[in-house]
């Protein structure tokens, strides 16, 4: 028999809220929702979803932008639009 254990977490009533309200809607109480989360973290020996910088890009993504702007300061190289700077860094 497996025996239980508890978690205690400190968040902000605001994020709580909006987080009981989705989960509300997909039919998941609190509990549930970090079981299954801590769950997909076993699985899958690490954060099961790609973590996103403020900007909404992949630390990796990030980080090739800035590497590209830097490159592109010094040379001169220019894009005509995001499209065209993700095409050249192959994201």
Request: charged content about 30%; glycine content about 4%; proline content about 1%.
């Amino acid at each position: 028999m497996n025996s239980q254990e508890t978690i205690q977490i400190r968040i902000d009533a605001k994020t709580k809220k909006a987080a009981r309200k989705t989960l509300d809607e997909l039919g998941l109480d609190m509990s549930s929702a970090v079981k299954l989360f801590l769950t997909n973290v076993v699985n899958r020996k690490g954060i099961p979803f790609d973590l996103r910088t403020e900007n909404g890009f992949t630390l990796a993504q990030e980080q090739a932008l800035i590497a590209e702007t830097e490159v592109a300061k010094k040379t001169g190289k220019s894009f005509s639009d995001l499209d065209e700077l993700f095409s050249d860094l192959k994201l």
